[in-house]
């Protein structure tokens, strides 16, 4: 499975290792990814 995420955020602001949550259009299920990493 592939996800692609777009957003905008100072080159400060997106260095690191971020945790990436995602809900269900209900808002009941969700996943949880960590290690989340912006070239």
């Known amino acids: 499975m592939r996800v ?19 809900w269900d259009a209900e808002g009941t299920r969700s996943v949880i990814v960590t290690g989340v990493t912006y070239p």
């Open 4 to 22: 692609v995420i777009e957003a905008d955020a100072p080159e400060a602001e997106s260095r690191g290792s971020f945790t990436l949550k995602v």
